[in-house]
């Protein structure tokens, strides 16, 4: 039976390397629309998890993957040694029925696969240069284990000729060619943690091929799960069309913090002025300015670009500027506190400053890049007696800064409070009447008047 055909009638097995926030919502999605999934991931321990019918990202529900996960027989206590309890029905031995998902660390079982996707992380090195490793080392996998007539699609964001490149290269070092002996598709996750309105299912999907037949199967693959597709014509336009979708969203949050600074110098409320041009039904769409950039996205991505660009002897001057008034966030919201705590005739150093929400951003738990880091190492160099609540981060590990997250009702004494992410949860109107200084860096007390508090 060839690919299409297995792909149209649910029959593909399907992998997916890299179980984290892009790559679990994509394989129970798969799964539950009748595939029959294996992840791989390098952690042993979310593999467990997962073949333990347990989510551990907070947008899946464990309910999903326990049903998903149950579609396979499992031999009792065999999910302990994380990778080799589901390995038994991945080798045959018990063919698992339609719409399963295992998990597994044995990358050997990827030639088994007739698709595999890819969704590891794409970092920045030290020095602000694109960290290809974690995709070196599953396209390495993937090149072991190839065999003709699978599809390979890469879904971690990266910069443009990634997949034509890097990986194309490497995969035909085994003497098979991308386009006729197997398929290969780059195609952007757009997967926004947090956010109810749009899922993996309802937010359509780019692809684009290294010909015309990758692209076809790869659209195939993704229309039996997500209801639009859209196929453009290479896999430079696919990969170019996310980081535009990210650059876009760095350049216009950076704008709109630098309003933000601006407003504030001319005593104007800028939270006034985004919500009454928001209200133009046409040419403008509300940014909110914040205390600065967050998780593995927006504060990476437009780098990818801008590395990739400076090869063409191209300079992105709007990303440059972006990241320099958002990587200044941070320092504006110490200052806002010192401006809070001067008013009540108190330093920084000694007071009693808490965070509310440490999270990059609200309703996730994800500490990746997130503001809260620089905030607290700021406060914490200026002597500030640090301590924080976040329902969704327990505990805080940063630089000699070890901290527990604390309930909300038992956050007293406190000199400063600083919301720093507005999670859902939050009582904010017992917030507005509990300190005696507020810095709001959300305007999560929107509507609160008080000389006590202080907005961006
Ligand atoms: N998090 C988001 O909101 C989001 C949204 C869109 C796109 N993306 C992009 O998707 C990609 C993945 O991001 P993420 O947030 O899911 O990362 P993540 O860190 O949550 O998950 C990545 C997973 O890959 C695993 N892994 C790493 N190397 C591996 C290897 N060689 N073999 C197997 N597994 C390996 C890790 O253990 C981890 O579980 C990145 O390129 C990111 O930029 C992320």
Redesign the pocket.
């Known amino acids: 039976m060839n690919l299409k055909h297995t792909i149209r009638n649910r029959q593909a097995k399907i992998g997916v390397?890299?179980?984290?926030?892009?790559?679990?919502p994509l394989a129970v999605e798969f799964a539950k629309e009748g595939f029959d999934v294996t992840g791989?991931?390098?952690?042993a321990w979310?593999v467990g998890e997962i073949n333990a019918g347990r989510s551990y990202?907070l947008d899946v529900k464990s309910e999903d993957v326990a049903r998903v996960a149950a579609a396979v027989p499992v031999s009792a206590g065999a999910v302990a040694a994380a990778g080799s309890a589901r390995d038994l029905a991945v080798t045959g031995v018990e063919a698992p029925p339609a719409g399963s998902l295992r998990a597994t660390?044995d990358?050997s079982h990827l030639r088994d696969m007739d698709v595999v996707d890819?969704?590891?992380?794409?970092?920045l090195r030290k020095t602000k240069d694109p960290d290809l490793s974690?995709?070196v080392?599953?396209v390495?996998?993937v090149k072991t284990h190839l065999r003709p007539g699978q599809l390979i699609i890469l879904?971690?964001?990266?910069y443009p000729g990634t997949t034509d490149e890097v990986v194309r290269p490497a995969l035909e070092e085994r003497g098979l060619t991308a386009g006729t002996d197997f398929y290969l598709a780059f195609s952007?996750?757009?997967?926004?943690?947090g956010n109810h309105a749009y899922t993996t299912k309802t937010i359509p999907k780019v692809v684009g091929g290294v010909n015309a037949l990758s692209t076809e199967l790869a659209s195939d693959l993704y229309s039996s799960i997500i209801d639009t597709v859209i196929p453009v014509s290479s896999t430079r336009v696919a990969e170019m069309v996310?980081l535009l979708e990210?650059t876009f969203r760095a350049v216009n949050i950076g704008l709109v913090n630098e309003i933000a600074l601006m407003s504030h110098r001319m005593d104007i409320d800028v939270w006034e002025v985004i919500d009454a041009a928001a209200t133009k039904p046409f040419g403008f769409m509300p940014f909110y300015p914040g205390p600065g950039l967050g998780?593995?996205?927006i504060p990476?991505?437009p780098s990818y670009l801008s590395w990739k660009a400076r090869q063409y002897g191209f300079e992105c001057r709007f990303i440059e500027l972006a990241s320099h008034v958002n990587g200044s966030m941070p320092e504006f919201v110490v200052e806002r506190v010192s401006e809070a705590l001067n008013s009540a005739r108190k330093p920084i150093n000694g007071s009693k400053i808490h965070l509310f929400g440490v999270a990059y951003k609200k309703d996730v738990s994800?500490m990746?890049e997130s503001p809260a880091l620089d905030i607290l190492e700021l406060l914490h160099r200026r002597g500030a007696v640090l301590s924080y609540t976040d329902p969704y981060v327990p505990h805080l590990q940063h630089g000699d800064l070890n901290l527990g997250s604390m309930p909300e009702e038992q956050s007293d004494g406190i000199d400063c409070a600083v919301i720093c992410t507005n999670h859902r949860v939050f009582n904010y109107q017992a917030m507005a009447s509990r300190f005696p200084l507020i810095v709001d860096t959300r305007n999560a007390l929107k509507g609160v008047q008080a000389a006590h508090i202080f907005r961006l």
């Open positions: 390397i890299g179980l984290g926030y892009v790559g679990l791989f991931d390098i952690d979310k990202i660390t990358m890819i969704c590891v992380p794409t970092p974690y995709v080392q599953a390495e996998a879904e971690s964001t990266t952007p996750e757009r997967v926004d943690p996310k990210n998780g593995h996205c990476i991505d994800d990746r």
